[in-house]
């Protein structure tokens, strides 16, 4: 019998009132692993009144204090790494070995963002730098917690990027209502089950499951939530915006992050960095290579080169390892196979793949897309790519930009003057130079713009958005 999570409320883990609990489906075993508490609207009240109380004597605390709890936590997650790289594997359906990672790097996370923060310092102003300003007036500046934030996180890295939000508003003095994907809230769980370990005193964070319909907008709307830190789709996003109290919101949404090959790029490195940032994990990745813009001259010869990496990529389950599993459920299998069914139609040309078994999509690469196909504009969430051939430079930059999608883009070249007069044209929040588009490393400043997000994320300036300044002015009198 699958086993029932409970969901954790000032301290304590608990079942829900209402009886009511989700079925948590593997994507893969396609059996029940299982089951997390559909809570109430009530308890939801519960879990931010205990987080607002909380709040205020954790903001008391030193830093170093408060960093000492997450260092335990550290300690508890590397404890815990196989059971919960078990447990993203099943319930997502990622890699065993890819999930050891995300816990590693979870790890070295959450370290960074304590000695970041330790390392922080405010400023002092005189006022005698103002012209007709004297040596009277000084201002002191400091960050300062917000409050409770409200964390929500996806389900293709259900521990690293729910860590992402929860350490840095932890070790600034925040108190947090976590919210994790419905599909990754097991493993959700099990990281939370390694801070309850570590002593986090209680209400400091509050776990919350449910059906999105009962306590998805009742959590964004609440008038106890100080700030959001949100990482999922771009409807989604948009709709948190518009029903969002005017509080500080942080969001990373979806990308159509575009690869443009030049025809001085060197093809081989290209291609294998193009195949490793489109299929990894399937595809499932906000900032997976999801269109390949390559110049006419070289097209033929860069697509030859994809589909012999395609070709080698192994498909399969995440416990042999392979790098093709199947997609996160049927819905999205279906949204995937209707992408490339539309560009076959209009007279795309398949290179390879195009095969289907459940939600298992094979390896697919798409050749001769235009802009009349929904796969040059969609975000597919999976593996398939389509390659567009384009005449110059300047029409790949015109292509990338005309997305309703800003995350990041690569360019290929051996010419490094180019390189730096196509990137600041690109209309992306990071532009990868001879590299596939990828978030980390993790202090590095990672910006979504257009449909693709809100907002700076990256350890300082993920603790920087979690604060605000204050200022203290310091009045001098004889």
């Not at 789709?233 to 979806?254: R, W």
């Amino acid at each position: 019998m699958a086993k029932n999570y409970q969901f954790y409320i000032n301290g304590e883990w608990r079942e829900s009132r209402s009886k009511e609990s989700i079925s948590i489906l593997s994507p893969y075993l396609h059996e029940e692993i299982g089951r997390v508490q559909a809570i109430s609207q009530d308890e939801v009240d519960e879990a931010i009144n205990g987080a607002k109380l909380a709040q205020k004597e954790w903001a008391q605390l030193s830093v170093r204090a408060r960093g000492a709890y997450l260092y335990r936590w550290v300690d508890e997650l590397l404890a815990m790494k196989n059971e919960i790289a078990q447990s993203i594997m099943e319930e997502v359906g990622k890699t065993f070995n890819d999930a050891v990672k995300e816990v590693d790097r979870t790890a070295d996370f959450i370290q960074y963002t304590i000695e970041e923060a330790t390392h922080m310092q405010g400023e002092s102003m005189w006022g005698e730098n103002f012209p007709g300003g004297n040596r009277s007036k000084i201002a002191m500046t400091n960050r300062v917690p917000l409050g409770v934030i409200l964390a929500i996180s996806p389900f293709n890295y259900p521990v690293n990027l729910s860590a992402a939000k929860i350490a840095p508003s932890l070790i600034v003095g925040n108190s947090v209502i976590f919210k994790p994907a419905t599909q990754g809230a097991i493993s959700g769980v099990k990281m939370i089950e390694a801070l309850h370990k570590a002593g986090l005193p209680k209400g400091v964070l509050n776990l919350v499951t449910g059906r999105g319909s009962v306590i998805g907008d009742y959590l964004v709307e609440h008038p106890d939530i100080d700030m959001i830190s949100f990482t999922g789709g771009t409807v989604t996003g948009q709709h948190i915006a518009k029903i969002s109290n005017m509080i500080p919101l942080v969001m990373e949404l979806g990308g159509k992050d575009p690869a443009i090959v030049r025809e001085d790029a060197d093809l081989v490195f290209a291609s294998k960095q193009i195949i490793s940032g489109a299929y990894s994990y399937s595809g499932q990745r906000c900032t997976a290579i999801k269109r390949v813009l390559v110049n006419e001259t070289v097209a033929d010869e860069l697509v030859s080169l994809l589909k012999e990496e395609i070709e080698s990529l192994t498909v399969g389950s995440p416990e042999e390892n392979n790098i093709i599993v199947p997609l996160i459920d049927d819905k999205s299998a279906d949204f995937v196979q209707g992408l490339i069914d539309d560009a076959l139609t209009k007279e795309a040309t398949l290179v390879v793949g195009n095969k289907r078994e459940g939600n298992l999509i094979y390896p697919t690469l798409l050749d001769n897309v235009t802009t009349n196909m929904r796969i040059a504009w969609e975000e597919p969430f999976g593996p398939v790519l389509p390659i567009i051939r384009v005449k110059s430079d300047k029409e790949a930059i015109t292509l990338a930009n005309a997305s309703k999608f800003g995350l990041q883009a690569s360019v290929f070249t051996k010419d490094i003057n180019k390189a730096f007069t196509i990137a600041p044209q690109i209309e992306a929040g990071s532009v990868q130079i001879n590299g596939r588009t990828e978030r980390g490393p993790d202090h590095f400043p990672f910006i979504g713009i257009k449909g693709s997000g809100m907002g700076t994320q990256g350890i300082r300036r993920s603790i920087e958005a979690m604060t605000r300044e204050k200022v203290t002015i310091i009045n001098i009198y004889e």
